[in-house]
């Protein structure tokens, strides 16, 4: 029978031209969005002229901070925060004209912020395939389900995450999964916390915690060894990290940072309780995906129904999330909100529950900033919809198991 869609076919890609073209006209609007492309740039620059682009950094923070009257609303410059293994290559690029490592980052940047929709898309249903197709294109500026200018920074998150997905992709279709250790690896130079992306072929295949421990501790020792090789740099970096806890604050929007942003407005010490915190809501979320991947290699759900949750979940156990790390779950939160809706009403009804849902919550988002210049009420709620994403599809694939178990004749040990 055709789908009530087949004659808009062609509205997605109408869709498609706005968000490119929304593009140019919101940078236009908002200049001075892009402020991590901007620091990578000034990185570049930096070490062409022959600086050490962490002492750089430290002295912008620290003269921002010390100066004698601050605006409430104004933002420090922030500095370089990737390990000095990253310098090397940043050094390579500079020895190319300016616009053409500029155009070709945006390109590649372009390439995995659409790999990213791609492989949400890959986790839909043929039958929510064909809703969805209207939704991705909107995914983008809506990073968490929530609209935020997160995707015109050009972090390069988006970069590696894509990479990281895409080659999660092919070891989900073909069951190899050598792509996706360099990935994660290549990754971990920049962020070492994407090292936790490699409990993703643990949990999803079989025979993979070997390669996945020896990729992480190979992770490690890359990180560790710098602190022979470039020692100097290393130092420095450790300082600039440990400015935009002193300074900044910046713990980011998981459980742990929002705790330990609570307890420091309490004038309280925040390390030890943060970490405390951080361990026991971490091995509970670790002891959840653990039993949820052994009844999917039980057979009692399938691949397209534990990826989203699985992926959540792992994002979870970041415990510094940012603002760029909801842009690879964004449809998988979305799939999640859908799949409950339409396991408790009818089709219609969970269409009509989930826009109101995603309106209300956008409607207070664009609400809160005049009460809310530290941004915390908005971590606070990325939080809430990310946990809240994890905990629906928890319980929406533990009830699958229940009927698994059903109709297979055998008594269900859950509940």
Request: hydrophobic residues 55%.
């Amino acid at each position: 029978m055709p789908s009530r869609f087949s004659g808009y076919q062609w509205v997605p890609y109408v869709f498609w031209v706005l968000a490119f073209a929304a593009i140019p006209v919101w940078n236009a609007s908002f200049p001075g969005l892009d402020n991590d492309a901007k620091i990578y740039l000034n990185t570049i620059h930096s070490i062409q002229a022959g600086h050490d682009p962490y002492a750089d950094g430290i002295a912008t923070t620290t003269a921002f901070h010390n100066q004698p009257v601050q605006c409430p609303y104004a933002q420090p410059i922030n500095p370089y925060i990737y390990s000095p293994i990253t310098l090397p290559l940043l050094r390579l690029i500079g020895l190319f004209p300016a616009l053409l490592y500029i155009w070709g980052y945006w390109l590649i940047y372009a390439a995995g912020a659409l790999a990213l929709i791609w492989v949400g898309m890959q986790a839909t249903e043929p039958k929510e395939r064909r809703v969805f197709a209207f939704l991705a294109p909107a995914a983008p500026f809506f990073p968490g389900l929530l609209q935020t200018s997160t995707l015109m920074c050009g972090n390069i998150a988006f970069i590696l995450y894509g990479l990281i997905f895409v080659a999660a992709m092919r070891g989900w279709r073909r069951g190899r999964w050598n792509w996706f250790y360099l990935a994660v690896l290549a990754a971990s130079c920049f962020k070492i916390q994407l090292l936790s992306l490699l409990a993703i072929p643990i949990l999803s295949a079989r025979r993979q915690w070997l390669p996945s421990c020896t990729t992480a501790f190979a992770g490690v020792a890359i990180f560790v060894m710098q602190l022979w090789l470039w020692p100097a740099y290393f130092h420095n970096y450790l300082h600039v990290i440990e400015l935009q806890f002193s300074y900044n604050h910046d713990f980011g929007s998981s459980l742990a940072g929002l705790f330990s942003k609570i307890v420091l407005n309490a004038g309280l010490p925040y390390s030890t309780a943060s970490t405390i915190f951080y361990i026991l809501y971490a091995l509970l979320i670790l002891g959840v995906l653990l039993y949820l991947s052994r009844q999917f290699l039980g057979g009692k759900f399938p691949l397209m129904q534990w990826i989203p949750v699985m992926v959540i979940g792992i994002i979870l156990l970041n415990p510094r999330i940012q603002e760029y790390d909801y842009a690879p779950v964004t449809l998988f939160m979305a799939l999640i909100l859908w799949r409950c809706m339409a396991s408790l009403t009818s089709p219609a009804r969970a269409i009509f529950s989930s826009f109101l849902f995603f309106a209300v919550v956008n409607v207070i988002v664009v609400l809160i900033p005049p009460i809310d210049t530290s941004s915390f009420y908005l971590k606070c709620i990325q939080c809430f919809l990310l946990a809240g994403a994890f905990a629906a599809g928890c319980w929406n694939l533990l009830r699958q198991t229940r009927e698994s178990a059903i109709s297979a004749g055998i008594p269900s040990t859950i509940g």
